[in-house]
């Protein structure tokens, strides 16, 4: 029997739930002794061709079967751990908000559309150049919600544009907070 997991995904009753899965992942790419090879092979895969045997492991490893079954479920794992990746070792912030620290990057709003309007090919092309991006400035994210946008993006339009609106949100409170 499934139920909701905090993240309004279907968790699978006995199983970890998506949130903690995403956790489980980030601590084990953020580890200092996580191999500095596997690291690089992460940062260089392609998500939509996941070919990395570093990816291999960490999914078998961390990703209960159900939550990874078919080639989407594997490419949609294979972007977060590949944007994790970029960021390692600072890519894990206990803070939910992106939209806030998307602001204290002081992305701007051009990027920010282009982040939240792209679907499908193009959503994961945003998503890898975030991570760089947030990389590039040191800013950590939480990618319990960000990996929630990627694995119901296309496949659950309302939870996900539930997350994009919350992003926004976030993110313009926060710029006119800074702005006062």
Do not use: C
């Amino acid at each position: 029997m499934s139920q909701p997991d905090s993240d309004g995904l279907m968790a699978q009753e006995g199983l970890p739930s998506y949130r903690e899965v995403v956790s489980g992942i980030a601590g084990l790419i953020g580890q200092p002794a996580f191999p500095r090879g596997d690291l690089a092979a992460l940062r260089r895969m392609k998500p939509d061709a996941p070919s990395a045997p570093a990816f291999w492991r960490i999914l078998t490893a961390k990703v209960p079967q159900p939550y990874r079954h078919g080639e989407d479920a594997e490419r949609r794992w294979a972007l977060i751990i590949h944007g994790m990746a970029l960021m390692a070792p600072i890519h894990m912030a206990s803070d939910p908000s992106i939209g806030r620290a998307l602001s204290a990057i002081r992305l701007t709003e051009l990027r920010l559309a282009k982040l939240l309007n792209a679907r499908s090919i193009q959503f994961r092309a945003q998503v890898s150049r975030l991570a760089r991006h947030l990389a590039a400035k040191g800013q950590p994210i939480d990618w319990r919600p960000l990996g929630q946008l990627i694995l119901t993006e296309s496949r659950d339009e309302g939870k996900a544009e539930n997350i994009r609106m919350t992003i926004a949100r976030d993110y313009f409170s926060a710029m006119a907070a800074q702005s006062k």
